[in-house]
């Protein structure tokens, strides 16, 4: 006894949808929590933009006033440039320094647990408690590194009070706090390789740094597309240790967007502002990332 | 050190060579040469050590003990570019992300001493490629091609060297069967136009069997038998590779030794072929290769039993016969022939049929079958 087509049709539709029905049963809480937290907060930030007040007072409708105050304000701009200098100087120190540490760790046979432990261990610290260490590290009268400056004949060099040392100390509190997290990501790049190619290599007579550049550059191109999207969007948003560290200050040298936002929305209760700056974060970033995605896509 | 040394005419000379980590010892010292244009099988089940002497010659694992010649050079301290072997592996270990032809190159590329002109390594790129029939495939990425394709950029990536020496880590073993005979018949092809010493690592007796000049049978790290095909099958050295050469695989009984030097098997009286008799009273092991029992209507068959089981092979069929006390062999029988589980057959063996093995499983000679007399 077989089914006539029709019967076939209707029990194969009927089928689709119950797959379907299913998926979308997984989905729904993912979708709610996206929809809720993401998707109207963005949409409000979007409106919000084009308004003013709406949190204590009535909100009143701007037009594009705050768009033109954000462009025209030079701390805005100030503090653009000052996260892009920072996500340039620590991006590419913490991609380099994570490889070096991850090629080495993947060339040791054995013992090197206790190892990937220490390197993770900054990463495991809060940018504030991270802040209270490197306070005694950096401090110009009973830091570790001034005390070693003095010892050697030198004067004290004010690590977080110099408008040009600001910003790269900041990075480089950063760059020690990454390294670990990105030492290990680069590690399990590394060691998901398959080993037969390296030996395939090894007898081909390429030397490690051939095999570095021949294979294990192009070989590490998805976890690099991770890295580089992930860093630029985390470093972007560099808040944490500005704050806890030097509050923009020396004369706005470390103010970040993020910690401009903060202030505009928190302490000057300048929602449209705020609100226009942020926007203008999340669209950079989605540009950047559109951007990394298409320079790093595998070319067929 | 051992007093043998390599000969000049050698391509490899592996002299007292063992490998163990740490306490553990994976491959027993052992004296290996493979003459030039040798093709030399490494044979045996997963964990023999066959892979290990591989990458020990190669100069991907250390050599613990003992001394590897290539091409009349002690290589053991030379670094694994430098010691003119090339080496095609298991899962081909094709640099994804570079074309055929840029795979087949890498080596040439990668040469320093001398730096090749880039229109020799063209040359030379499609000479390695024809030899495979790759050339028209330079231009696809690995992913683009099927299993066999892709061995074979593997080979022309060993080929295109021109190293003194191939070594070949079961490179057809993630081929499917009608694959892998056409790959074994290619690679015999290409061995005969290169002539270049060959190590040839399988687990497979067939690829041993067809591609061989040379077998070397290993089990647990120990070598068990050096030898010619035919040599490994008619004389075996051991039970280990009785069992392991030949299928289906050769049904084995212990035995006694009888007060006049025979032996008892069922019905029959075995008589061993040695020079010296077999010591009366002695423990002994029998084996009877299936092959070479065949059913038979003869009066002159040895054996008589029930057969329990028939495997149709095609070509062939082979039947389970069950010879009472606890005896049975199996037996050739004629694709076609009629007999059935149940049925009762003679059995007749031919020369060869029967080994024995003394005590601890070394071959101490053939043995003849007659019918006692009742």
């Keep these: ?300 | 050190m051992s007093a043998v040394s390599p000969r000049a005419d050698v391509a490899v000379s592996l002299i007292q060579v063992a490998k163990s980590y740490g306490d553990v010892e994976v491959l027993q010292p052992f004296d290996l040469q493979v003459g030039e244009g040798e093709f030399v099988v490494l044979l045996g089940p997963s964990g023999c050590g066959k892979s290990t002497i591989m990458k020990m010659i190669a100069g991907l694992e250390e050599v613990s003990h003992g001394e590897i010649h290539v091409a009349g050079e002690l290589v053991n301290y030379v670094r694994p570019r430098d010691r003119d072997v090339s080496m095609v592996f298991q899962n081909y270990a094709l640099y994804p992300h570079m074309t055929v032809r840029d795979n087949i190159a890498f080596p040439l590329t990668m040469s320093r001493r001398p730096r090749l002109k880039r229109d020799v390594i063209g040359a030379r790129t499609l000479e390695a490629a024809d030899i495979v029939d790759l050339a028209p495939y330079l231009d696809r990425k690995p992913a683009q091609l099927s299993g066999g394709q892709r061995q074979r950029v593997a080979l022309a990536r060993a080929i295109v060297r021109q190293p003194a020496v191939f070594l070949m880590d079961e490179p057809l073993s993630n081929l499917d069967a009608l694959l892998r005979a056409d790959m074994r018949t290619s690679l015999l092809e290409v061995h005969a136009r290169i002539k270049k010493a060959t190590l040839y690592v399988t687990h497979d007796q067939i690829e041993a069997m067809t591609m061989a000049d040379r077998v070397v049978v290993l089990n647990a790290g120990r070598i068990q038998q050096i030898g010619r095909p035919r040599d490994l099958y008619t004389a075996p050295a051991n039970t280990f590779v009785a069992q392991f050469i030949g299928s289906p695989r050769m049904p084995l009984h212990d035995l006694e030794v009888r007060d006049d030097g025979t032996l008892s098997f069922a019905d029959a009286t075995l008589t061993g072929d040695a020079d010296v008799p077999l010591a009366p009273g002695a423990s002994v092991t029998v084996g009877l290769r299936p092959s070479a029992l065949r059913a038979t209507s003869s009066a002159s068959a040895c054996f008589a039993g029930k057969v329990t089981r028939r495997d149709y092979l095609g070509s062939d069929s082979y039947l389970d016969v069950d010879l009472g006390a606890g005896l049975s062999v199996m037996v050739r029988a004629e694709a076609d022939s009629a007999v059935r589980p149940g049925d009762t057959v003679r059995v007749a063996a031919d020369p060869g049929a029967i080994h024995v093995f003394d005590d601890v499983g070394a071959r101490v000679c053939g043995a003849s079958a007659r019918r006692q007399k009742r």
């Design chain 1, 1 to 300: 006894m077989t089914l006539s087509p029709e019967e076939h049709r209707r029990l194969a539709k009927r089928y689709r949808r119950r797959t379907t029905l299913t998926a979308y049963a997984f989905l729904g809480p993912n979708l709610v929590a996206f929809a809720v937290f993401l998707l109207i907060p963005v949409v409000w930030l979007l409106v919000s933009t084009f308004r003013t007040g709406g949190v204590l007072g009535p909100a009143e409708f701007v037009g594009l006033d705050n768009w033109r105050d954000t462009f025209s304000d030079p701390l805005a701009r100030t503090s653009i440039r000052n996260t892009v200098v920072y996500s340039a100087m620590a991006i590419p120190t913490v991609f380099i320094i994570a490889m070096i540490l991850a090629l080495a760790l993947n060339a040791i046979p054995r013992g090197g647990a206790p190892i990937r432990v220490a390197l993770y261990l900054p990463t495991l610290q809060p940018a504030v408690v991270a802040a209270f260490i490197f306070t005694f590290v950096l401090h110009p009268d009973f830091g570790v590194i001034n005390y070693a400056v003095r010892w050697l004949g030198g004067d004290p060099i004010n690590f977080l009070g110099d408008t040009t040392l600001a910003l790269p100390t900041i990075a480089g509190i950063e760059v020690w706090r990454g390294t670990g997290f990105w030492t290990m990501m680069f590690l399990a790049g590394l060691t998901a390789l398959p080993g037969e190619l390296y030996h395939a290599a090894e007898l081909d007579g390429a030397g490690a740094i051939r095999r570095f550049i021949r294979l294990t550059l192009p070989l590490l191109r998805p976890t690099f597309y991770f890295a580089v999207i992930f860093a630029t969007i985390v470093n972007l948003q560099l808040f944490d240790s500005v704050f806890a560290l030097t509050d923009g200050g020396p004369v706005n040298s470390t103010v970040s967007v993020s910690l401009y936002i903060y202030r505009s929305l928190f302490l000057f209760g300048d929602i449209g502002f705020g609100a226009t700056l942020s926007f203008l974060l999340v669209i950079t970033v989605l540009l950047l990332t559109g951007l990394q995605t298409y320079l790093l896509r595998d070319r067929k």
